[in-house]
């Protein structure tokens, strides 16, 4: 029988994505799109789909908000954007939540994916 992870921490999400293969971060570039850093893509909203999202908050610390946004591309490659949330958001200007809330969600379970 197999056990379960317990990831409640960011370095475990992340851990374990990379032994998973889903360590293809998204970010937005200075010029404002959205890029896969290992895959060198460029993304458009309509090119993925958050299958999941992990939200962590620090203990003692509000700048310690962060999550994770599981996405999927539209040729299966999973991958992922990081960001701290609320005030803290490491995005100036609306463009990165722009892009967030166009991406549509399709929840999925985690045994799915792990």
Do not use: C, W
């Not at 895959?39 to 309509?46: D, G, M, S, T």
């Not at 996405?71 to 949330?85: P, W």
């Not at 722009?98 to 929840?107: A, M």
């Amino acid at each position: 029988m197999e056990h379960s992870l317990e990831m409640t921490t960011l370095s475990q999400v992340l851990e374990r994505l990379r032994q998973k293969g889903y360590d293809n971060e998204i970010k937005m570039s200075d010029h404002g799109r959205m890029q896969g850093v290992g895959l060198n893509k460029i993304y458009k909203p309509e090119d993925l789909k958050i299958i999941k999202n992990f939200r962590f908050e620090g203990d003692s610390d509000p700048a310690d908000n962060s999550v994770i946004y599981l996405v999927e591309d539209n040729e299966g490659t999973i991958g992922y954007i990081l960001d701290a949330y609320g005030t803290y958001s490491d995005h100036a200007g609306s463009g990165f939540d722009d892009f967030l809330k166009k991406i549509p969600t399709v929840d999925r379970d985690l045994q799915e994916l792990f």
